[in-house]
């Protein structure tokens, strides 16, 4: 029974246990000796997250071309905002070694001659080279923000990112919507470049990526798009609901945002409160619209039926007279 890391390789609740507790089961519902009357199991499982204190840190690995990373990350972003600086979060960025790659893979796909390297796995157009550059704007863009208090705009930026230029993210376009929020893109392309040992980054090192290459060592999970909460890889559905549950379970002592009245979010599939209340108030409408309409039309076609019932009662009236005035007229006898 294997999954695909993440539990959506499985396609019915499934759960391996020991004998020793499938035999208790069985004998229960086997039930021999008739003490229990259509007996049923229910069973429960709970995956324990560590939970060392009353901050969560959590990471989150993806790369910057990859449709389901980049929309989790825009629809988790009012959870995360909702639990403030009680989490701690860093984004982290997969990526490869080919050092073996033949010379156009390097080129294209690789920096550090084939140390790290990256593929456009679901046919955006762009390069690898395209993919870890962006990577790299955003880790800038994340670290200078974060150094600013003001890492609620890279929330921003990776939102807009998507929405703007989908997941293929090409220089040019990371500039527009870095230009559409204020944001200095001269700096975040000054911090890219100086990550690089030398000139020529097909070949050079690069300290960003050199870091992440430790850090996955140590804490990186074995696929990705995939979060660590406490340095523990998180299994399960990637929706945001789900995830903010599991995040929760990560404190010591849960703060109220985690309470069960709480954790009824603003968003619903990434939707908030106050779309959905105008959404609602717009379907209102409109089926008030439809009835009001209907009525008139209901109305006007019963006008027009009895009107006609009544000039046909009419004129049934006066052809009914005519015909009787007819048969009283005498015809004057000639002899």
């Known amino acids: ?14 759960m391996l246990i020991g004998m020793k507790d499938g035999q208790t089961i069985k004998d229960f519902l086997e039930d021999d000796e008739g003490k229990h009357n259509n007996p049923s199991v229910a069973l429960m499982a709970s995956f324990d997250i ?7 840190e959590w990471d989150f690995w993806y790369t910057s071309s990859n449709k389901k990373a ?27 070694s080919c050092e073996q790659c033949d010379r156009q893979t390097k080129r294209e796909d690789c920096f550090g001659d084939g140390k790290y390297c990256s593929l456009d796995q679901e046919n955006h ?35 807009k990112v998507h929405a703007h230029c989908y997941d293929g993210i090409t220089k040019e376009c990371s500039k527009q919507v870095h230009d559409k929020l204020d944001m200095d893109f001269e700096k975040t392309q000054d911090c890219v470049d100086a990550s690089f040992s030398k000139n020529d980054h097909t070949t050079s090192l690069n300290y960003i990526l050199e870091d992440e290459v430790t850090y996955m060592k140590k804490y990186g999970p074995n696929f990705f798009p995939a979060a ?26 849960k703060p109220g945002q985690c309470s069960t009245k709480s954790t009824h ?12 209340v105008v959404i609602i108030l717009v379907l209102v409408l409109v089926n008030v619209g439809i009835i009001v309409l209907y ?12 009107e006609m019932h009544i000039n046909s009662a009419v004129s049934q009236y006066f052809a009914i007279q005519d015909k009787s005035s007819d048969s009283r007229v005498v015809t004057p006898y000639v002899d």
């Open 50 to 56: 560590s939970h060392p204190d009353d901050r969560v």
């Open 70 to 96: 980049l929309e989790f990350l825009k629809s988790y972003h009012e959870y995360n905002q909702k639990l403030g600086d009680k989490t701690l979060f860093t984004p982290h960025y997969f990526f490869w």
């Open 228 to 253: 660590v909460i406490n340095n523990v890889t998180y299994r399960g559905s990637l929706t945001p609901s789900n995830f903010f549950e599991a995040v929760c379970q990560g404190f010591k002592n």
């Open 1 to 14: 029974m294997v999954d695909d890391g993440s539990g959506n390789g499985i396609s019915i609740p499934s």
């Open 265 to 276: 979010l603003t968003i619903i599939e990434g939707i908030n409160t106050s779309t959905l």
């Open 295 to 306: 009525k008139k039309y209901a109305k006007k076609e019963m006008d027009q039926k009895i």
């Open 125 to 159: 157009g762009i390069s690898g080279q395209d993919i870890m550059y962006e990577n790299l704007r955003q880790k800038c863009l994340f670290d200078r923000l974060t150094k600013e208090n003001k890492v609620d705009n890279w929330w921003e930026y990776i939102g």
